[in-house]
């Protein structure tokens, strides 16, 4: 696909859509301004070429109507700080009113429009909204990996009436997992956790078929330990999904893939700080016990196995690492790969933020800012947001 590095910029309108879902609390503030911070360098690269730059985003989940909360003003005050330069926020994304402050820019100058969710056509991809989005600018550049799963009109929509190219981040963010699934130095290990198996299959079935070891952990690893016949006390079985998970095990056979699971677990009554817990053989769980991580035996062999590979992926913590009890087997795992000589890269979502709240996010190869979008990419699915963009010329 074509980049904003081959095309000319200069004194341009350049719709920029980028990823500014950030975390709010429940005062509305930013806990976690990672993925403003990943979009400045396609920012400050369009100013410094003097495009006269339109961002836009979408904010959380407002059902197409105004929500206070969720404006994008925190964001662009957020931006302007960092980028050290003004950022206007303007108070819709089409429209009169955004057409004439666009109309006033100069070059270098940059704009944020309003949250595009206020607006329902944005989820819709209505074509008018499109069109309406697309007519502020010359150029569209997508920077949305985290939202490139998404078919909506900002995403999907607009590349139909502008020259379409892709952003700094969705460049690297691309690269980072077509590299590791297309040509992965070897031993190439895929680490899967998370709460369930459901959400997994795609990727297990895509993955099975590039990697030489599995690592499966979190929650998901009950649904595993039941179709093997263990014991799984309390802990949240998809019965629908044994037949399948059953499957990945013999395709993992079939193709010579270690599919290893924990050999012992952490269990508590209930998945609480300070609740009394121990670790048992995953064979053996418990009546009215619930699987909360592995065990100290399973984080021992998984880190042996993952200091032999050259590449790991890693989609889902391996236990609920948000409460401090049942975080070690997450944060030893990040260790192991931290600490690894060779590649690596954390698929996004919960595994980015279990990598940032250990401070170890700088140590790895990559770590994504998309969360569904890292999913797709890892379970070998084309995002609609890369698909609809221009293709490069040439060989
Ligand atoms: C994300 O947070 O993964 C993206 O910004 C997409 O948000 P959405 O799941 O609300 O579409």
Redesign the pocket.
Known sequence: KKTVREIDVTSKRVLVRT?F?VPLDEAGAITDDT?IRASLPTIQYLCERGARVILC??L??PQGRVEGRLRLALVANRLSLLLDRPVAALHDCIGPEVESAVAAMNDGDIVLLENL?FHPEEKKDDPAFAEGLASLAEIYVND?F??S??A?ASIVGVPNYLPAVAGLLLEREVNAFTRILQNPERPFAVVIGGAKVSDKLELLDNVISRVDLLLIGGGMAATFFASRGYRTGASQVETDRLDEVRRVEKNAERRGVRLLLPSDVIVAERLEAGVPNRVVPATEVPDGQIIADIGPAAVDEFSRELRAVRTVAWNGPVGVFEIPEFAEGTRRIAATLANLDGTTVIG??STTDAVQRFGLADEMTHVST????ALAMLAGKPLPGVEALDDAEGP
């Open positions: 990823d879902n993925r985003s979408h959380g989940r969710r949305a985290g939202a799963h998404r909506h996004g979502g998309g969360g569904g979008a």
